[in-house]
């Protein structure tokens, strides 16, 4: 399978939104605060299961588009990074990479950039 460009900033797009607007629907008398940190604890999650994850042969893709491609090793440290490659070689480290690079693209678009707002 072939992800363009357009198919990943689509996909991060649909993530943010569709769960923004579930969690909004769930609790609807969540402030922003309790909204995005509902976020961030269900993110984990549906990164770590999404096809373009768990499939190695797309997680180069992923860092193909990834405005992110760093975020592994700016948040967790080189060592993690070695850590990741010694336990599960490159499919292991290409893995960890796209699964982070992935979480941080679509958290970028949970906040607009310009008022912190969330969108939906």
């Known amino acids: 399978m072939t992800i363009t460009n357009y198919d990943y900033w689509k996909e991060i ?3 943010a939104s569709d769960l923004i607007k579930d969690i909004r629907e769930e609790n ?6 309790d909204l995005l940190d509902e976020c961030h604890d269900r993110l984990y999650e549906i990164i770590d ?3 373009w994850v768990i499939y190695y042969g797309n997680n ?3 860092l193909e588009h990834s405005d ?10 080189e060592d993690y990074a070695s850590d990741c490659l010694k336990a599960g070689g490159l499919d292991g480290l ?10 941080a693209d679509v958290n970028d678009h949970f906040c607009d950039n310009s008022d912190n707002k969330l969108v939906a």
């Open 60 to 62: 180069l893709s992923v």
């Open 94 to 103: 290409h893995y960890h990479l796209a699964y982070w690079a992935m979480f």
């Open 13 to 15: 797009r649909e993530i």
């Open 68 to 77: 992110n491609r760093e975020f592994m090793i700016e948040h967790n440290g």
């Open 28 to 33: 609807p008398a969540f402030n922003d605060d």
């Open 49 to 51: 299961s999404h096809q």
